[in-house]
């Protein structure tokens, strides 16, 4: 489902809290990646917590997958690096 980047969906990001978002995200004020893509920081990737993200179950984002595409998916999380949720980079 595509999350509609909206400032009420940024206020739900958790983003903030995730050991990811570095010093330039803060700078830059940004979050909900799932819908706006990338940053444009350079990131180093440690965690990921979007899939505990009111928006992950708000907009399904992977509660209706299945075992293996939700291994896939957390694989393949981390919206900051590799843009929005639905999208292949
Ligand atoms: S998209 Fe995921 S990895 Fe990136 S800052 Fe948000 S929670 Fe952390
Ligand atoms: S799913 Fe991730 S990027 Fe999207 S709003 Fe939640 S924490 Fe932010």
Redesign the pocket.
Known sequence: MI?PDTKE??D????ND?STYNQCMVDNQE?????RGNTLCEIEEDE???VQ????KEYK?TVRLDLMEKMILKMN?F??GKGP?GSKK
């Open positions: 999350v969906n940024h739900k990001c958790i983003c995730c979050g909900l990646f799932c819908a990921c917590l979007c993200c009111p928006i992950d984002l999380q919206y900051c949720a």
